[in-house]
């Protein structure tokens, strides 16, 4: 079935350090892909998405390629702040009733 | 804009009870509702899909007479788990969108879930 994995966290890094996180999913058909984000305390928030293969997801300096070649959607950002820090989930959508299939989540810790 | 709210944020509870979450959209009409399960260090798990004035759709392996799902509103729907037991533990969240249909992806604002302890 339709599986998205992502790296396992935590990822700490120091701020203005450059991140990755690894994204890859298993589909059938063609699925769009996004990347969702979860402040403390707070509800997940839509970061940034691509519908269709080669599209560039961008948001908030946070950047994802839709590769269809590796299946993946990796996510990345040049400089990390200490604000940056928080839960980020992968999730592809197939379906045609907005159902979402998430990755576990990566917790990133940004230090000062 | 798009904000949606849950209550309570956290709840406990003995086991044999049962316990309603409310999850509300504030300043937007809500025509799907989704019902979201974590556990501790793993992805959300869909447990159904519910919309306006109809019967939720549950996935599969949820069961739907222990989960009651309500959507009367547009702006609300409610989460019972009944009769809940200690396995029942988790964070529930809920979602929302505008759409209501169709081939296109509409966007889905996230509440901020809700803790259950079942002792």
């Known amino acids: 079935g339709d599986s998205v994995t992502q790296m396992e966290g935590p990822v700490t890094l120091s701020e203005e350090a450059f991140l990755t996180i690894n994204c890859t999913y298993t589909?059938?058909?063609?699925?769009?892909l996004f990347w969702y984000v979860q402040y403390p305390g707070e509800g997940l928030q839509l970061l940034l998405k691509a519908t269709k293969a080669d599209d560039k997801g961008s948001n908030k300096g946070f950047e994802a390629t839709y590769r269809k070649e590796t299946t993946s959607f990796h996510l990345e950002k040049g400089s990390v702040q200490v604000s940056d820090s928080a839960v980020y989930f992968c999730?592809?959508?197939?379906?045609?009733?907005?159902?979402?299939?998430w990755g576990a989540g990566t917790k990133l810790i940004i230090k000062p | 804009g798009a904000v949606v709210s849950q209550h309570p944020s956290w709840v406990i509870c003995k086991s044999g009870t049962s316990v309603k979450i409310e999850c509300r959209s504030l300043?937007?009409?809500?025509?799907?509702m989704f019902w979201y399960r974590q556990f501790p260090k793993q992805s959300l798990m869909l447990m159904a899909t519910s919309n306006e004035g109809s019967k939720a759709t549950y996935e599969q392996g949820v069961e739907k007479d222990k989960f009651l799902i309500n959507h009367a509103s547009l702006t609300l729907s409610t989460l019972t788990v009944t009769s809940a037991h200690p396995e029942d533990s988790s964070f529930y969240i809920c979602?929302?969108?505008?759409?209501?249909?169709?081939?296109?992806?509409?966007?889905?604002?996230f509440g901020p879930g809700t803790r259950l302890t079942v002792l």
């Open positions: 589909a059938t058909g063609y699925p769009s």
């Open positions: 999730a592809l959508s197939v379906r045609s009733n907005y159902q979402l299939i």
């Open positions: 979602s929302a969108s505008r759409g209501s249909g169709g081939n296109s992806y509409n966007e889905q604002f």
């Open positions: 300043d937007f009409q809500a025509t799907t």
